[in-house]
């Protein structure tokens, strides 16, 4: 029988098809461009092998292509009879996904991997920061992450695209000396990885090493493709390494050049993400405001996302309109969240909303209101999802909103307990007494 990368069976007897759902694979998982293509041609020499529908479906829904993958989708439900035992998990899993049932489908994930813990596929839907168990909401979600990483680890041995990610959540916990030679392991194996030179991009971060995250990225984004869906956030982090340095041109010119949402190689929610947050930063380090790039970063907010559902997305949006003093949109987004929260269908309850009135409040410049929001809720930020680094964007708004109180013990305090990061965050006026 023919197998995939990791030894798992296949319901298909062609070659050419198992062979491109291989290629299709290792695009999806490494974040290449030509997953979609491959996935296409193993529709085309076997139109009846499911999981190459399936696996089409997921990676059209990564791009924003909502109602392609679901006729993807359908194609692959009408393909069930037959398949094995895995397989038909495999399909009903991502159906969950195609669909929406985020809830669902985080409890389905762990009983999956359980079951069938090298179907890498299903495990790169959570893998990640932003994956299905770091949108769930939950306190201590980083660390459940790495406990599902450290029992899967046996599976995987040295494999180096699962070593990426098991160094990214060790770093992602504080566990800095593990996680390094994992990420360097993983990008030794395969230099052209990803999400090794994320999580190395984030190790660098987190260590407060700028420079050396600086040099490593300008080198290694020369050798991914321009359009690969990593490579405007990679650059994202490029940027922050810029302003962490003081080069602040160079920071701008990035944003224009790789991650503004009109040049951005990902989908809708990264662009927003990003361009937000770089935004937002950018002026916390005293830099002026770029009206024409927050116009679309308002636009991208109120037409690619006209219903509230994600917290880490629906943040940047409560912020886009609060820079825009769209306080209509910024007050019906939190109602939207807090209606949502009230039936439990919003796990992350009550953050977004405090963070929301928050970055609203520091917007008009009332900076008590803001340490008032954001106090109370800044322990509890890992449920709006995201890694530490762009959760800093609501830490260092707190931190400058203690600098224009003239609450600088607080900022001292707020800064000395960081213990990650670099020793004097881009925040203007905290270099005056830090």
Known sequence: MLTDRYGLPLSTTSPVARDAYVEGCQAKLTMYPSAIEAFERAVVADPGFALAHTAKAHALLERGEIAAARASMAAANSLITGVSEREAHHIAFFNLLVTGEAEAALSAVFAHLNAWPRDALVLGTTAFTNGLIGSSGRVGQKHALLNLLDRLASSYGDDWWFTAHHGMALSENGQRDTARPKIERSLAQNPSNPWAAHARAHLSYEQGDSNVGRAFLESWLTTYPRNGLLYSHLSWHLALGHLETGDAAAALHLFRETFAPDVHSGPPRGQLNDGVSFLWRWELAGHPR?????????????????HAGMAFSDMHIALAHAVARDDAALAAGVRQIEDLASRERYPSGHVVPAVSRGLAAFERQDFSATIDA???????????????????????????????????????????????GCSSPPVAGLAAFH
């Open 290 to 306: 770029d009206c024409h790039a927050w116009r679309m970063m308002r636009d991208l907010a109120g037409t690619a996302f006209p």
């Open 374 to 420: 954001l106090e109370p809720i800044i322990g509890e930020l890992e449920r709006i999802g995201g890694s530490r680094a762009q959760l800093d964007l609501v830490e260092f708004t707190l931190l400058k909103a203690y600098i224009g109180s003239d609450r600088l013990d607080d900022a001292r305090r707020m800064v000395s307990e960081r213990h990650r």
